[in-house]
C-alpha cells in the first residue's frame, strides 16, 4: 500500500511569486485535505477537496487555493507568495466516508526570501 | 477562539518511566479525537483515534488515550516508555458540526534518555 507522497521536498521562492505544491493521495482514498504548519507550531487546515471539489477552508486568504484531479492526487497553489509563508505545507488523505480521518505525507518546505 | 491546548511543551523521561500528555479542546459540541506521532525526520503518524464508544482506546506501540467528556479532555499515556518514543506527539480534534478539519494542538516534544 502506498502511502501519500508530496513534491518537491524542499522549495525556495521570492517574496511575490507563485508557487504549485503537489500530494499524492494514498491508495484506495479520495479525499485530499493541506495544512500549513509553522516552525514549532501545529499544523492548521488550509482547505480539503473532494470529488474535484473544495470541501472546507480554513482561516486563508483566497491567494491559497487547490485543485483535486479525476486521479485523487491534488495541488495547492499560492500567489503573491508572502515571508510568511515559510512553512512545512502538508497533505493528507482520507478512506472514502472518513474524511476526519486523516494520513499525512512528509510534506514540502517552502521557504520564501 | 475554539481552540486544542497541549500543557506540555517539552518532556523529559528516562527509559520505563510513565508518560501523560494532556490535551484539552474547548468545543461543546460532537468531536472526534486524535493523537499523532512524529518521530525524527519523519512525518505526522495516526496514533490512535476515538470516534465513539468506549472513551479508553488504544493504539499502537502501546500507547492508550482516554476521553473525558466532562473535562474536555483526551490524555495520552504510556506506561513505560522507551528510548524509541522519542518524538513530537499532536492531539487533534475534528468538531464534527464543523465539517471535516483538524485542529491541532502545539505539540509536545518527548525526549526519553537511555
Known amino acids: 500500500e502506498t502511502g501519500v507522497t508530496q513534491s518537491p521536498t524542499h522549495l525556495i521562492k521570492t517574496r511575490g511569486q507563485q508557487v504549485t505544491l503537489r500530494c499524492s493521495s494514498q491508495?484506495?482514498?479520495?479525499?485530499v485535505s493541506w495544512y500549513q504548519q509553522a516552525l514549532g507550531q501545529g499544523p492548521q487546515f488550509i482547505f480539503q477537496?473532494?470529488?474535484?471539489?473544495?470541501?472546507g477552508r480554513g482561516n486563508f486568504p483566497p491567494r491559497f487555493s487547490g485543485l483535486q484531479f479525476p486521479n485523487y492526487s491534488s495541488e495547492l497553489n499560492v500567489n503573491a507568495l508572502e515571508l510568511d509563508d515559510s512553512a512545512l505545507y502538508l497533505c493528507?488523505?482520507?478512506?472514502?466516508?472518513?474524511?476526519?480521518?486523516?494520513?499525512f505525507g512528509p510534506g514540502t518546505r517552502l521557504t520564501v526570501t | 477562539a475554539q481552540s486544542v491546548s497541549q500543557h506540555n511543551h517539552h518532556v523529559i523521561l528516562s527509559e520505563a518511566a510513565s508518560l501523560e500528555l494532556g490535551c484539552n479542546y474547548s468545543?461543546?459540541?460532537?468531536?472526534?479525537l486524535f493523537w499523532y506521532v512524529q518521530y525524527p525526520g519523519q512525518h505526522l503518524q495516526l496514533l490512535l483515534k476515538?470516534?465513539?464508544?468506549?472513551?479508553l482506546v488504544k493504539g499502537i506501540k502501546g500507547f492508550e488515550a482516554e476521553f473525558i467528556k466532562s473535562k474536555f479532555s483526551f490524555n495520552l499515556r504510556k506506561p513505560s516508555v522507551q528510548w524509541s518514543d522519542t518524538a513530537e506527539y499532536f492531539c487533534?480534534?475534528?468538531?464534527?458540526?464543523?465539517?471535516?478539519?483538524?485542529?491541532f494542538g502545539g505539540g509536545t516534544r518527548v525526549l526519553v534518555k537511555p
Open positions: 493528507a488523505s482520507s478512506p472514502p466516508g472518513i474524511t476526519y480521518e486523516q494520513y
Open positions: 491508495s484506495g482514498h479520495n479525499t
Open positions: 477537496y473532494y470529488r474535484e471539489e473544495e470541501n
Open positions: 468545543y461543546g459540541g460532537t468531536v472526534n
Open positions: 476515538y470516534f465513539s464508544g468506549d472513551p
Open positions: 487533534a480534534v475534528n468538531e464534527i458540526a464543523a465539517g471535516n478539519k483538524l485542529t
